[in-house]
DNA sequence: CTGTTAGCGCGTTCAA
DNA sequence: TTGAACGCGCTAACAG
C-alpha cells in the first residue's frame, strides 16, 4: 500500500539497488537515470520507510532525550523546555529527529532508557540532568552507549562529554555585584542539594563573600526541595533571623519568583527593602515586578551544544570526550539596587 | 552483536520462530519451553529490535506530538510542558513512546509530518494546535492518517476526533464572576485572532456582556500578538480610553502576567483598581502576586485524554470520531475582586 | 554505471 | 505444540 523502492524500480525500469543508490546519492550513478529515478519518486510519492532503513544501516538518524525523574516537578521549569527548543532546533537542522522519555519514576525512565538503546531507537542520548551515583548514566557508559549530559557529571568527569556553565565563577560574580551595591549580610536559597547547579552556585557565592570579607554562616544557606513551597521557607527562616540578609542569590528563577510572592505577602519591598538576583534568566523573569537581574546561562545554547557534542559522537565513536562551557551573561534589571 | 531471537533460540534449542510466539505469550507455546525461553532471553539479555519489529508489523507504539509552528513562542507557554506530561503519563502507561516535532516553522513541520506518516515513524499524531485551512490537517485526513486534535477544528467538525474545553461557556462563566463582582466596564484581551480558543472565550464573555446588559464595545477587545509586548500595547491602549475598564478577561495566563507587569508600572493596583480573571491555571498563576483568578481547564487532563483518544483510534481505525469535552472549573483567587 | 544476491531481526503463514 | 520458509523495505557487497 506504501510506494517502496521497488516501485519506483518497476516504474523506471531500473533495479531496487539503483534507487537506494539515488536515494544515496551515490556519485556512481548517472546524472541520467538520477533525474528519471527522482522523477518517478516524486510522481508516485514515494517516501523511505524508517524501519528498513534503521533495520540495516546502523544510524537511526534520532536522539534520545532523557527529562529528570521527577518530570512532574521539572517540566515547570522553563528551563526544560527552553532547553528542548535549543536541543530541537539543532537536531533539525541535522534532519536529526528527537525521542522524548515519558516516564516519571526513575525505574520507569531507566526501563525505557534501556529500550531506547538495545532497540535501537536512537543512536544517543541527552540527560538533562545529573544526579550522584545516577544508574542509568552508568549503564549508558557500561554499554558505551553515546550520551552528554547537560550539566557537571558526579563521577568519571574525563571521560564523559558534558556540557555546562561555569556555576561557580557565576555564583561568584552574581553575588559580587551584590557586594559592590553594598550589601553585607547575603544569604544564599539553592535548590536540591543533590544537583552540582546548586553547590556550585553555592560554592561561587561563598568564595565572593569570604574575598570580601563577608560572613556567610550555616544559616544564611537555605535549600528549598520543592520550588513553591520552598520560596515561603526560605524567606521565613531568613527573615526571622536576628540579622536578616538584605541581599538573595537565588540559584533558579522559579525558586525567585515564589521568594518574590512571599516576599510581598510579608511586606518586603524588592529591591527597596531586599534585594534579589539569580540564575537561568528564564523567559518570565523579565516580565514579572521587579524584572529579576539574573545571569543569563543561555538556556538555548546549552540545548544546541549538548546536541551537536551528542550528534558528532554518534557519527565518530572516536570523537574524544569533551567539556564544553557556555559563557554565561548577566543581565541586569530591577530586583536589585543599592542597599538602603 | 546484539542479542537476537536466533540467538536466544539456539541457546534454548527451538526455532526462532518459537522464541516470537514466546515474546508474544502465544497460548500454543507449552509453559515449559516459555518458562525456558524467557529465561534464556534474560540471561543473555535479549531485547526486541523495534526496527524490527516495525517493518513487518503494523504498529510502531509510537505516537507523534506536533508543536504549534511558533514553537519557540510557544514552548514559553507552560501550556506546553504540561500538556505534553499528560500525554507522556499516558502514553507511558499504555508503553507506547513519544516523538515529537522539532521544527519551527510550518513547513518544516509538514515536512516533519509528512515523513512521520510515510516513514511509519508513528501510529498517531496529536496536534497541539487547531489553525484555520490548516495543511497539515488536511494532509492527514487525507491520507486516513489517525490523528487528535486539541482544540476545536475549523472544519471537518464531526470527522475529526478533538479534545478541548467549553471555551464559551467558560468565558461566560469568568466574565459573569466580574459582573457579579460589580464591575460593569469589562475588557477583553485576547491571543492572535486566528486562534479559535481566542474568538470562543470572546464569544463566553459577549454573551455574558449582553445578558447583564453591558456595553462590549470594539475598543474593549484587544488582540495581542506576541505574549510580551502584548501587555504592553493591550494596557496602552485601553488605560487611555475615555472610560477605562474596571474588570479584565484575558484569555491566557501568561498574557495576564504580561498585563500584570504593565499595570503595574502604570501605576494601577490589582485588584484595587483593575480586576483581571483568565484561563488555563498554570503552574505560576498561583505564584505570582497577585495570585491569579483563572479558569483551571485541566490542562493534564487534556493531554492525557488526546493520547487516549488516539491511541484508541490507532488500534482501531474504525473508531468513530468523537468530541471530548473536558469540563473546567474557576479557581477564584486574589486578582479579581469587587469594584470600588 | 548498474543489476543480482544476501541479509538486517522479526512475525506469520503453512506444515507437521 | 513447534519448525521451516517467506517477506517486510532497504542497503551493501559482489559482479559485470
Redesign the interface.
Known sequence: M?VTIKDVAKATGVSPSTVSRVIADNPRISIETKKRVRKAMKSL?Y??????R??VGKS?KTIGVIMPSS??KA??N?F???I??GI??Y??DMQ?????S???TED?IFE?A??MV????VDGVILLYSRANDRLMHFLRDQEFPFVIVGKPYEYMNEITYVDNDNVAAGKEITEHLIQLGHEKIAYIGGSKELFVTSDRESGYESAMLAADLDAPANYRFHAEFL?SG?REAVEHLFSLDTPPTGLVISDDLIS??V??ML??FGFSVPDDVSLVSFNNV??S????P?LTTVDVKIHTLGVQSAKALIEKTINKAEPAKRIMIPHTIVFRDSASERN
Open positions: 506504501n510519492g517516501h523511505p520507510n524508517v524501519n528498513a534503521n533495520l537511526t518530570a512532574d517540566l515547570q522553563p526544560f523546555p527552553e528542548l527548543r530541537s532546533s537536531i533539525h536529526y529527529s528527537l525521542f522524548l515519558t516516564g516519571e520507569e525505557e534501556q529500550r538495545y532497540g535501537s531507537y513553591k520560596g519568583f515564589g518574590l510572592s510581598e505577602e523567559y518570565l523579565e516580565i514579572i515586578r524584572a
